[in-house]
């Protein structure tokens, strides 16, 4: 399996005397209803699995329900959200040989452009790392609770997020095929951003 990474980001320099600027960023939310829609669909799959037995006797009703939210969520973030909230997109596709190709591009960074805020890339990341765990949860649940009939969409929920989680991964660090080192790259700079940037402001 092949992988083609799509850069279009450019070194730009920062404006370190726009304190203005900084705070917009880190307190606004540019794309309102693409943040909305990123935690609709997936919330709304979760809350419908888990009121199913509770408002619908009507398991196909159920079953059909959910799996049009997930499928509409793995929609818009592959294809929007994930451009507007973090400027990153990712695709599979199959050449003539047969091989497949993991696509990733990253957002320009230029003065036209309208940066994604620090606001709408945490509730992009959590709501993608988070989802996932839940679906999780919900394998075992219904693994041990015997309701074997409900792991056929569990798992559908579990395929379908963990593949958008997996591909923009891979995105934001650069197209590296070795999932333990993305997995490790990408925890230590969550953890740097977490720690560094509340002390930054504190000094400031």
């Given amino acids: 399996m092949k992988q083609a990474l799509v850069d279009d980001t450019e070194d730009v320099s920062l404006d370190f005397g726009n304190e203005e600027e900084l705070a917009f960023r880190k307190a606004k939310i540019r794309h309102p209803v693409a943040t909305f829609f990123h935690l609709f669909f997936r919330v709304s799959a979760i809350i419908t699995y888990v009121g199913c037995d509770w408002f619908s006797r ?3 009703g159920c079953f059909v329900t959910v799996l049009l939210l997930l499928s509409f969520d793995f929609w818009s973030v592959k294809n929007v959200t994930g451009r507007l909230m973090v400027g990153l997109r990712w695709w599979n596709q199959i ?3 047969g091989k497949s ?3 990733f591009e990253a957002r320009k960074v230029s003065p036209n452009t309208v940066a994604a805020t620090e ?3 945490r509730v992009f990341w959590l709501g993608l790392i988070i989802c996932p765990m839940i679906w999780i949860v919900f394998f075992f649940s219904s693994l041990f609770s015997l309701k074997l009939k409900w792991l056929a969409l569990v798992i559908a929920g579990i395929s379908l997020q963990a593949a958008n989680l997996y591909g923009y991964v891979l995105c934001k660090m650069g197209g590296e095929s070795d999932i333990s080192k993305v ?3 990408f925890l230590s700079q969550t ?4 720690a560094y940037f509340p002390r930054q402001r504190r000094l400031k």
Wanted: net charge negative; aromatic share 16%; proline share 0%.
């Fill in 58 to 60: 009507s398991f196909v």
């Fill in 95 to 97: 050449d003539e040989d």
């Fill in 101 to 103: 190709h993991w696509i």
């Fill in 119 to 121: 606001a709408e890339a």
């Fill in 183 to 185: 997995t490790a790259s």
């Fill in 191 to 194: 953890v740097f951003q977490t």
